[in-house]
């Protein structure tokens, strides 16, 4: 029987162990449930979650998620702090000039929040002498700063939490959030007493994993996240969230 010279088996074992051993960095909030928060014990669960480490596993890498204030999110990334977000981030020119996103993989609403009898719409005139908020950092602050700060008071919270707790004190008459953000918290005690207004502002919120410029990762993230879609594996952590389909 041939048998390895011993250098020459080290050398074979040092590359597969090195194969093994790549570790990606996915960067998330860590406060937008149900997409990503943070547990009593400190984990980050969620729907970016489940999603990324099982984008991860059919890449064949290990992951592990650091969570950054939102605002951090791009500037962390292109610092290299981690290697993509997986945060439920929209796709935006202005995001785009400064980091490549892979294919959307969800399309949400931009819709305001209110108690039943607060009278709001798409139409920025609906806004007027009103107190209206959003998450800063966020298309629908964006929105909101486009189409309503000449007619409304608008402002801007740190976290899905802070505008919640802001329309649920009184605070705000209003909040513009993504429709299937809101979808977890209208379903509590506080929530219940709100609801989704009709009219969403926008229809075609894409999302997506950011990337550095040109970084070969977009690739790698595009084709295993077309592989969960094909084979079950999108499904089934889109129903273990929502009762309805994201896509």
């Not at 608008?154 to 953000?181: C, P, S």
Request: net charge negative.
């Amino acid at each position: 029987m041939r048998r390895f010279r011993p250098w020459l088996l080290a050398t074979l074992m040092a590359i597969g162990t090195a194969h093994a051993a790549e570790t990606l960095r996915m960067g998330m909030e860590g406060n937008r449930p149900p997409f990503n928060s943070t547990d009593d014990s400190g984990q980050v669960v969620g729907f970016d979650a489940d999603l990324g480490m099982a984008l991860c596993a059919k890449m064949k890498v290990e992951c592990e998620i650091v969570t950054v204030p939102t605002e951090q999110l791009i500037p962390a990334l292109i610092d290299n702090r981690f290697d993509f977000v997986m945060s439920s981030m929209s796709i935006t020119p202005e995001r785009k000039q400064l980091v490549d996103f892979t294919d959307p993989y969800y399309v949400t609403k931009l819709q305001f929040l209110a108690a039943p009898e607060v009278e709001v719409s798409n139409d920025p005139a609906s806004l007027m002498g009103k107190k209206v908020g959003a998450q800063h950092e966020t298309r629908a602050a964006e929105w909101l700063q486009a189409n309503a700060s000449q007619v409304a008071d608008t402002q801007l919270f740190e976290d899905q939490d802070a505008l919640y707790n802001a329309l649920a004190a009184g605070q705000i008459d209003a909040a513009l959030t993504d429709k299937y953000a809101a979808y977890e918290w209208l379903r509590t005690d506080t929530g219940k007493h709100f609801e989704l207004k009709s009219e969403p502002v926008e229809n075609s919120d894409q999302i997506g994993i950011a990337v550095r410029l040109n970084d070969p990762l977009r690739a790698r993230l595009n084709l295993a996240l077309k592989d969960a879609l094909a084979d079950g594996t999108f499904k089934r952590i889109n129903d273990k969230y929502f009762p309805f389909s994201i896509r």
